[in-house]
């Protein structure tokens, strides 16, 4: 029986040791290791609950109160992160308030762009929402994450009627693209993983440009992972054509249904900004995104583009909060069934699983190289060791990988399910191939959520998903029950939570 369990420890002193001056932790290790296992003693679990909603109780009571104190709480300063003064638990309080809070328009939530009439807002006062986003501007399209990123527990996906219609023309949804939210588990790790397959992709560009030459064409691979094949055009340029699953910049970009997010922090600070429409100060004080009207919005004061009379929205603190929470998320186990008879099943399910070809795209394992990974605002700040989460307690350390279901790479999966027109430069037919891991925890499924159940998202497979679709349809309904079973073993580690 293989139950994958993992722990939790941020940054261990050693592995901050190498930076002048030392960034000190910002989770010291051993903090986080309770939440990310199963609980052991599920009374001890339900007295952590209760005593995390009595707080919160608390400070909702202060909030009542005292309108505004719970936000001179929640607006943490990237400096005081720097300086240690905010840390371990107490930043990850902070994030998973901020993760769950509605924000309001004194905070920045929407846009006050109604009385410019511009293209980019709606009609109506701040904070001017809308379920359908103008193009890279966004909606806002709601007022907090959790109410879109809850199905399977905090951080989790969202059920259909919370899709989001992006990169459309404001108004009407046929103009958009429809995308269920995805479920944010072990986000750091896929991080770190897409990092390294990056690197290792850039090692062979340098080497075909140094050794080869224009004529050389080379099988491009990272992890085991084939990207097609590099050649150079006669200027030294990869040449678009040859490559596939992966940009011409060879940048691997694991976020993101299409795959078009490179890092955790990106894809907060979007979400900020495009369901939120609460501006990430880093964003308006980068002169090319601040210029960048379209993205930004078009108000006349430099500070405050969105125009809603607040500035500094979503200071880097405040995204630091957010991104460290998400990266402390329990990454999902493997929690095979106790009967005898489901036990067998599920690893008949597992056999058909690499036989029938759903793990030519779903890997199902991933070597990871080195488990620090940066979260910070800055190159070389925020730093976090994952070792722990890739081994149980008391075991010892193997060659760490990571049971993904992913080859982390674009897939052409054919006319029923291309949408009409690229987004962010991804042709239209090409998806990411979504991790496996934790699937049984986050319906429905696929990018508009058009699968409920595990069955549907099987047969929704064309393009490139086509034959393993078709081996699944010609599959006995035992097997094909077995199939489903092993995919319900990929789960998230459950705590009990009060709801907000
Ligand atoms: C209205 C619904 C909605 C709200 C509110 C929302 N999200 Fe999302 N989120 C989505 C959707 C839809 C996607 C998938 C977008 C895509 O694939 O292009 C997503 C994707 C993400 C991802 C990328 C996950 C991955 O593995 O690809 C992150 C991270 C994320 N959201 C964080 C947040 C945070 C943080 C907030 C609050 C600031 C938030 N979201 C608020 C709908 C929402
Ligand atoms: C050619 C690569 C490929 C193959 C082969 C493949 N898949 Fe997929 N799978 C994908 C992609 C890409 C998506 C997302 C497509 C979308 O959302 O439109 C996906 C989506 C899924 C989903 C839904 C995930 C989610 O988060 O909503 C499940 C479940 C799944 N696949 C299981 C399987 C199984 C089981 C098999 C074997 C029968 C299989 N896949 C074969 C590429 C593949």
Redesign the pocket.
């Known amino acids: 029986m293989r139950v994958w369990l993992i722990v939790l420890f941020f940054c261990l002193p050693i592995s901050c040791a190498r930076r002048e001056p030392p960034a000190p932790p910002i989770l010291p290790a051993g903090e986080l290791s309770q939440r990310s296992l199963l609980p052991a003693d599920p009374y001890a679990d339900a007295r952590r609950a209760l005593a995390e909603r009595a707080v919160a109780r608390e400070r909702r009571f202060r909030e009542a109160y005292e309108p505004g104190s719970m936000w001179r709480w929640l607006r943490v300063e990237q400096a005081d992160i720097d300086a240690g003064r905010i840390q371990g638990q107490a930043l990850l309080d902070i994030g998973r308030a901020l993760f769950a809070v509605d924000f309001t328009p004194e905070q920045g939530l929407g846009n006050g762009l109604a009385q410019r009439k511009s293209r980019l807002a709606g009609p109506r006062p701040a904070p001017n929402l809308r379920h359908v986003q103008y193009k890279e501007f966004g909606g806002p399209d709601g007022t907090r994450c959790l109410s879109c990123h809850h199905v399977g527990g905090d951080g989790g996906?969202g059920f259909r009627s919370d899709n989001s219609f992006l990169d459309g023309d404001g108004e009407r949804p046929a103009s958009a693209l429809e995308r269920?939210p995805?479920?944010i588990v072990g986000a750091a790790i896929i991080q770190k993983l897409a990092e390294e397959m990056t690197a290792e992709l850039r090692q062979q560009l340098d080497r075909v440009r140094r050794f080869g030459g224009a004529s050389t064409a080379v099988p491009l691979v990272a992890k085991g992972i084939s990207f097609g094949t590099l050649r150079l055009d006669r200027a030294g340029r990869v040449d678009p054509s040859a490559i596939s699953g992966v940009d011409a910049d060879l940048v691997v970009r694991p976020f993101g249904?299409k795959g078009d997010t490179a890092t955790l922090r990106e894809a907060v600070e979007q979400a900020l900004q495009k369901n939120l429409g609460v501006q990430p100060e880093r964003w308006i004080n980068d002169p090319r995104i601040r210029s960048d009207t379209a993205r930004v919005g078009d108000g006349p004061r430099a500070n405050d583009p969105d125009h809603d009379g607040v500035v500094r929205e979503a200071t880097d603190g405040m995204v630091t909060a957010l991104v460290t929470y998400l990266a402390s998320l329990a990454p999902p186990i493997e929690a095979m069934p106790e009967d005898p008879s489901f036990l067998l099943r599920a690893s008949r399910g597992a056999e058909l699983?690499e036989q029938?070809?759903?793990a030519?795209?779903?890997v199902p394992e991933l070597p990871l190289d080195s488990t620090v990974v940066e979260l910070g605002p800055r190159p070389g700040s925020g730093r976090v060791d994952l070792a722990p989460l890739l081994t149980a307690p008391g075991q010892p350390r193997r060659a760490r990988t990571v049971r993904l279901y992913s080859d982390l790479r674009?897939?052409d999966?054919g006319d029923s399910?291309a949408e009409p027109r690229p987004y962010r430069g991804v042709s239209g037919r090409l998806?990411?191939?979504?991790?496996?891991w934790g699937?049984a925890a986050?319906?429905?499924?696929?990018?508009?959520g058009r699968?409920t159940n595990?069955d549907a998202?099987?047969l929704?497979?064309d393009?490139?998903?086509r034959?393993?679709?078709e081996?699944?349809s010609k599959l006995h309904f035992e097997d094909q029950g077995a199939?489903n079973l092993f995919?319900t073993v990929l789960d998230r580690p459950h705590h009990m939570e009060f709801r907000r």
């Open positions: 996906g269920n995805r479920a249904w699983f029938i070809g759903c030519g795209c779903h674009r897939h999966m399910l998806w990411l191939t979504p991790p496996l699937i986050s319906g429905p499924y696929m990018h508009d699968a595990l998202a099987i929704a497979h393009g490139e998903g034959a393993a679709r081996a699944y199939l995919l």
